[in-house]
């Protein structure tokens, strides 16, 4: 056998291991990328609310439209069917209900809500979500 062919089946058997290598981490990686998301949709919900809750205080009523808050927001923001939507890449928040905002995340069945009175964030998930419940149990809230 020459010299390329022997060089040609080492590159294929490298390709492969690497291969089967990031096969076997990707899971962890997307795993840690989630909680990292969630983390920070809770903390951009946090903050959402105590802006809430000073517009309250100014006017005696919640907003019904985050870009009244004042705030740099993180992403787009529109209202539908009567809804304040701040639209980002892995989560959306919608104004829902008069002292709630609900966090969804765009991939998995799961959410968080943000009391706008206290800022307080419970994290919630779909029964049988198992992606739902590891996520808020690795999430400080």
Request: with cysteine; hydrophobic share 45%; aromatic share 10%.
């Amino acid at each position: 056998m020459n010299k390329a062919g022997i060089l040609h089946k080492l590159m294929l058997a490298l390709i492969l291991i690497a291969g089967f290598g990031v096969a076997l981490i990707w899971p962890q990686v997307q795993k840690k990328l989630d909680i990292h998301y969630a983390r920070q949709a809770a903390q951009i919900g946090k903050q959402l609310a105590q802006a809430e809750q000073l517009f309250f205080e100014k006017n005696k009523f919640y907003t019904a439209d985050f870009a009244q808050l004042g705030l740099e927001l993180p992403c787009a923001s529109v209202v539908e069917k009567e809804h304040s939507i701040l639209r980002c890449r892995h989560y959306d928040f919608v104004l829902e209900q008069a002292d709630v905002i609900r966090v969804s995340n765009t991939k998995y069945p799961k959410w968080f809500t943000v009391s706008l009175q206290d800022g307080t964030v419970s994290c919630g998930h779909e029964d049988g979500s198992l992606v739902g419940a590891r996520i808020c149990a690795q999430v400080d809230l």
